[in-house]
Nanobody
Framework: QLQLVESGGDLVQPGGSLRLSCLAS????????VGWFRQAPGKEREEVSS????????HYADSVKGRFTISRDNAKNTVYLQMNSLKPEDTAVYYC??????????????????????WGQGTQVTVSS
């Protein structure tokens, strides 16, 4: 069974940092592009950051550029999202998602949630003083 498991969510003060992890279970992430999405109460799920299967290409939403960094360690079957300078508006449930893209360019980065077909259950990030 293909499964993604997020961890690392927590309550943090504004200006603080968190690192989220997305671990694949039941399959390897080697040829999967992975995206981080978030959903705040009453809002649609939005893309935060995505990374190509090769790791050579990344994408960031304008709202997190310069503050968040996505990376992957295929040996650990894990993708990370380092979040710095957190703001209250970053509060949301964060989901990671995967899609098999072996036959796409190594630079291909899907950014629409509709392109992803394996999803985790989410981890809560709350930024508040």
């Amino acid at each position: 069974q293909l499964q993604l498991v997020e961890s690392g969510g927590d309550l943090v003060q504004p200006g603080g940092s968190l690192r989220l992890s997305c671990l694949a279970s039941g399959f390897t992430l080697d040829y999967y592009a992975v995206g981080w999405f978030r959903q705040a109460p009453g809002k649609e799920r939005e893309e935060v950051s995505s990374i190509s299967w090769s790791g050579d290409s990344t994408h960031y939403a304008d709202s997190v550029k310069g503050r968040f960094t996505i990376s992957r360690d295929n040996a650990k079957n894990t993708v990370y999202l380092q979040m710095n300078s957190l703001k209250p508006e970053d509060t949301a449930v964060y989901y990671c998602a995967g899609t098999y893209t072996r036959y796409n360019s190594r630079l291909y980065v899907p950014i629409s949630r509709y392109e992803y077909n394996v999803w985790g259950q989410g981890t809560q990030v709350t930024v508040s003083s």
